[in-house]
């Protein structure tokens, strides 16, 4: 999802929005967010802060100014948006639980577009609306971001500080997001230092990105600002003359420079979140009509409902599930069964890793299927069905005839012609020996 979306027309009425983000947690973007909207304040501007972090590093936890409602109250209908402000010094106003923004997308359009109006309604009060980020690499992060005309990242000397903002700024270029963050280097130990710190960092989105950056200042790292977060009380709150508190009014200045030479704000946060939901509509109208009025084909049927099913089978699913699954998976491939199918499964099955299964499971696997194999092609039997026997041969005469006594035996020679035959000699013999008995 692009994170620049078309918005509305130029609304003369909308507020400068800023967003106050770090590439992690512990850079002192809260810091830096909070001592802004109170020196703006302490001048005069009307400053709205929507409180987008979480957890005990909150704008509202650590003023100590729980008001018991947040925005989710307000989205989910408990309470109005003004009632979940809470009021700092010189009437700074913050709005606790900003990050549940997110939740809009999630809603239904009608509902979400009527908090977003409300919200819409609360900044045209102010003259400045400050965005606390969070740490930002979320995608609700990159959105609260996004949001706001100005992006200011906050970075710390340390080399993990440089890589985290590095990430965020191609996060968002990743998403879609073409305009110049600025950079506020946080507890410098002198000009020096910030401008290394912002050449080093502008230096390598430079090359890697094709990005550049803005330098808006830095806050110098002195006593009094370590005092200020142990005691909880920020140094906006103290002297002008204090140096620390006079470098945030400094950096005021140069803000109001830098917002002077953007081009005109269209719509404020609200706005861009009514944008986003505006878009998500339309896409997700696209495609139900794009379903409607064309059919998928089999082939993206079927690509579709493999990889929900590669999805699901990839987790940790219930065994008794899985069993289920594969039983029906091979069930279906049985209902049309020739020798493609065949095919098919034999090429699943030589494509398992079996080398990786125990030695144990491997074994009864093998067993398995050597089973299996005897039930699709029954072995032979045992005694093979023989061919049939030859009718026997007639028992030769001269195994069934007796020559008898001699005597007879040259008288019948005598008798039969000279060219007899065996077999007319035999014959003639059995004759004789009939006749005699």
Known sequence: MALDPDTDKHDSNQPHTVAIAGGAGGVGKTSVALNLGLTLARRGKRVLLLDGDTGPSSLSAQLGLESGKDFTDALDGRCRLEEALAKADYDLAILPGAAGLRQCLDMDQLDAVTVLEELADLERAYDYVLVDAGSALDLTGLHMVASAALACMVVMPDPESLKHVFSLVRNLRKCGYRRVPSVVVNMASGASQAQSIFQRLDSAVGRYLEVSLHYLGAVWRDETL?????????????????????????????LDVRLSRLPPEKSGVAGYWQSVIRRRYKTELHHREETVERPRSEKERLSVSLDELDSLLGQRLDPMLRYEAFNRFFALLGHNLGADSIEFIQTGLAAMPWEKMRPGDRQHMATHLRHLADQIAPPEDETPELAAAPAAAPEPLFDRISLGEQERLVRALREQPADVSIDQLLRALASHGADRS
């Not at 005691?231 to 005021?252: N, Y």
């Open 226 to 254: 370590r005092q200020s977060v142990v005691t909880g009380v920020p140094v906006a709150m103290l002297p002008v003359s204090d140096p620390s508190c006079r470098q945030f009014h400094t950096l005021a200045d140069i």
